[in-house]
Nanobody, 121 residues
């Protein structure tokens, strides 16, 4: 089992910045890709950004140039630096990690509890 604890959400003004963190604990060995998703009211959950264990990144077009994903493998933590925030970035942000179990030979996804990000003046 892997437990994820998110932090860093809150209220920001348009053009402002926030930094999200997600720390994985428990059986945190063999964590592969890590990512951030978001879900706004009435919308489906969508990928915001993802990063492989080797540091390769992928971003949604809507956040390219504004958001940066990074990770600290020693601490099993993934970060999302969000700059130049827009009202349309308002959503609940979820962390997700892919974990490989050597015991069951299974790759499983684990989700964080979500953190609210609100961008408003």
């Amino acid at each position: 089992q892997v437990q994820l604890v998110e932090s860093g959400g809150g209220l920001a003004q348009p053009g402002g910045s926030l930094r999200l963190s997600c720390a994985a604990s428990g059986s945190s060995r063999n964590i592969h890709a890590m990512g951030w998703y978001r879900q706004a009211p009435g919308n489906e959950r969508e990928l915001v950004a993802a990063i492989t264990s080797g540091g390769n990144t992928n971003y949604a077009d809507s956040v390219k140039g504004r958001f940066t994903i990074s990770r600290d493998n020693a601490k099993n933590t993934v970060f999302l630096q969000m700059n130049n925030l827009k009202p349309e970035d308002t959503a609940v942000y979820y962390c997700k990690v892919a974990h490989w179990s050597e015991i069951t030979a299974t790759l499983s996804d684990y989700w964080g509890q979500g953190t609210q990000v609100t961008v408003s003046s």
